[in-house]
């Protein structure tokens, strides 16, 4: 064989190497890896202290998830700067299926509107898992606060503009931007007091240090229940089924007035789709059994479940219906 013949031979033999590689790198991922998943610890991050609604759904799922799959899905709660901390961490790992999410409609929905400066982008940084929950959030005022109702409460901050302090799990949050609904269309001036997260500023309200708040019903109804708290309506356009006692705020004067939070399971963009298939079925099953739709109902939320596709169109709703809101509550953080 010449020595043209061999250089021609190896340079085919190149070529066919690297165009095999290239198939391989666009082929589906197998089956198999799906099959071996989970083979070590999962970590769920929360981008909320512990005690609060996020950390309370992703707990209950997390450890059926590890019942489930044989291996741990350990909670990391990565708080603050109103979940945008443990957002942007699972933003930016490793997409293999070992780092997932308990987002909220803060996090993958409103706070694109509200921070000028965001460390992830909630559409292209994520693949969508599972929607988990929708929740109505609450207003709860101190028991030292006079108003019983949500009319009564409108007058009191009208007589006394600027004096009541509202308390937040923190900046663009469900109850953040609830609050924010509120004043919009009842022309009221009250003041905002951002959180880490439900628990220190129940903790907070409980001691009279602020006077209300809209929180997530989940982490607010053992105080309603316990009389600790007063709750004057819940947020959704219908009173929601576990706690039919308490009225809307909607038919209390402001019939266009809603807010429904929601909370999803995440996993960082390019994650196996066979991954995100894989935890979106085991999480969807887990909603459907009656064991977890009586734990969620006790703390007031309604499992959902349904395909990724399912979270990502509710995405896209949402992020459109908070532009609207941030943009006319005039809110913007820097």
């Known amino acids: ?93 490793d997409p293999d299926g070992y780092t997932i999410m308990m987002g909220t ?12 400066k965001l460390g992830y982008d909630p559409v292209k940084d994520f693949a969508p898992v599972s929607l988990v929950a929708m929740v109505a959030n609450v207003l709860v005022v101190h028991p030292s606060v006079p108003a019983k109702t949500v009319q009564e409460f409108i007058a009191l901050a009208k007589a006394q503009p600027g004096k009541l302090n509202f308390g937040t799990p923190g900046n663009g949050t469900s109850g953040h931007l609830s609050a924010e609904l509120f004043k919009t269309m009842t022309g009221t001036d009250m003041i905002h007091v951002p959180y880490r997260g439900s628990g220190p ?27 600790a708290l007063r709750a004057l309506g819940v947020t959704t ?50 909603l459907k059994t009656p064991e977890m739709k009586a734990q969620f109902d006790q703390q007031g939320a309604d499992p959902v479940g349904g395909k990724p596709q399912v979270l990502a169109d509710l995405m896209k709703t949402e992020i459109d219906k908070w532009a609207k809101a941030v943009k006319a509550s005039g809110a913007r953080i820097d």
């Open 201 to 227: 500023m129940l903790t907070d309200l409980l001691g009279g240090n602020v006077q209300f708040t809209f929180d997530n019903l989940p982490s607010a109804l053992p105080h309603i229940r316990s009389g």
């Open 237 to 286: 356009p219908k009173r929601w089924p576990s706690t039919p006692d308490i009225p809307t705020i909607a038919e209390q004067g402001l019939p266009d007035y809603s807010a429904t939070a929601w909370f999803a399971m995440y996993a960082p963009a390019k994650t196996p789709a066979p991954i995100v298939d894989k935890l979106n079925a085991e999480i969807d099953a887990i």
């Open 105 to 116: 409609i803060g996090t993958h929905s409103i706070n694109i509107s509200l921070y000028s």
């Open 1 to 93: 064989m010449t020595l043209s013949h061999k250089m021609f031979s190896r340079k085919t033999f190149t070529r066919g190497l690297l165009a095999a590689a290239a198939l391989l790198a666009l082929a589906p991922v197998s089956p198999v890896l799906a099959q071996a998943y989970p083979s070590k610890p999962v970590r769920v991050v929360v981008p909320f202290p512990a005690g609060g609604t996020t950390d309370i759904l992703a707990r209950h799922i997390s450890a059926k998830l590890s019942e489930r799959l044989g291996q741990q899905f350990v909670v990391d709660n990565k708080a603050g700067a109103g979940g945008n901390i443990g957002t942007e961490f699972t933003a930016k790992a």
